[in-house]
């Protein structure tokens, strides 16, 4: 669900009602980088004596030579995009698509390179660890099934907080898990998918979940909520920014470099733990939810690094 965001700026010739169409066909998430970036935009046009909407195409082409130095071509290509969004809000043609800055954007990707520093996928050894060290109280109990849940299921962090407890239906087999909105399904279609019971009961997501729910109190409502000092579980929801402090700190107190694991890394962990142990590419997009072939692909490449390797074929092994 998208939340209500001050939207990028908007002159006043385009009527409410429309804007708010616009805003809502974006993601939350994307609504507040958008407005980030076109803050930071407009702020460097107004330190540079620039016209910020509509911007020349030699305006922007300054501001993403200089932003090159300080920030990611990831980065810059989101800005791009909340540019041209503000401008077409705006009825302005994007300055972004004229051929100075489109060359001079693949001037910085040659120079820069554009695959981004990654996270760390969490593995099922890691997950041991963490679950080793956590105790059978309120908070840990939520975090076991928080890790492990969000792990089977391969859940972006905006998936796994969004969840409610009318989302899953148990069974002998496992936990059969409505996915009602996602990165990838905006209008809502929602998606199904299944967690199987594990015969580990320390690893098992289903039980975990199944334990949470009753130390909670909860049956309805939101999965993952904050918990008390009391140890009483609270009515907020998680906020997707603590699915990642909650990994990085029990990656942490497993001894992991605490910092290169995030929220992703669950989503991460079990796709190329999956790929390891020689799953189909159908399969492992049908857990995770892609629609392109080319992540999960580079999931099982990182995976089978070593697998059938060349150098296996020389004298060197």
């Known amino acids: 669900m998208t939340r209500d965001l001050d939207p990028l700026p908007a002159p006043s010739s385009i009527e409410a009602r429309a804007w708010a169409y616009l805003a809502q066909a974006r993601a939350g998430n994307t609504q507040k980088a958008y407005r980030s970036d076109w803050r930071h935009f407009e702020t460097w046009c107004q330190d540079e004596g620039r016209e910020a ?5 030699e305006t922007l082409a300054r501001y993403l030579t200089e932003m090159a130095d300080h920030f990611s071509t990831g980065t810059l290509c989101r800005r791009l995009s909340a540019l041209a969004a503000a401008h077409a809000a705006a009825g302005y043609e994007s300055p972004g698509a004229s051929p100075l800055v489109r060359t001079l954007l693949r001037g910085i990707r040659r120079t ?23 105790p059978d109280t309120p908070a840990g109990l939520r975090d076991s099934a928080l890790l492990l849940a969000g792990f089977a299921g391969a859940f972006r962090r905006s998936e796994l907080v969004g969840l ?51 130390v909670s109190g909860y049956g309805e409502g939101a999965v993952f909520r904050a918990v008390a000092p009391d140890g009483s579980a609270g009515k907020n929801r998680l906020s997707d920014r603590m699915v990642a402090r909650i990994v990085q700190r ?28 020689g799953a189909s590419e159908r399969s492992i997009m049908r857990q995770t939810g892609h629609r392109s072939t080319v992540m999960v692909r580079r999931y099982i490449q990182e995976a089978t690094v070593f697998e059938e390797n060349a150098v296996f074929s020389t004298g060197l092994k």
């Open 53 to 57: 909407l509509p911007a020349s195409p």
């Open 112 to 134: 820069k390179g554009i695959r981004p520093k990654a996270k760390r996928p969490l593995l099922v050894d890691d997950l041991e660890s963490a679950l080793d060290l956590m």
């Open 164 to 214: 409610d407890w009318e989302d899953l239906e148990f069974s002998e087999e496992g936990a059969k898990i409505t996915i009602r909105r996602s990165k990838t399904d905006q209008e809502g279609a929602g998606r199904i998918l299944g967690i199987p019971r594990s015969g580990r009961k320390k690893l098992c997501p289903v039980r975990a979940l199944e334990r949470w729910r009753a």
């Open 250 to 277: 029990w990656m942490g107190r497993a001894g992991r470099e605490a910092d290169s694991y995030g929220a992703h890394s669950l989503r991460s962990g079990l796709a190329t733990e999956a790929a390891r142990g």
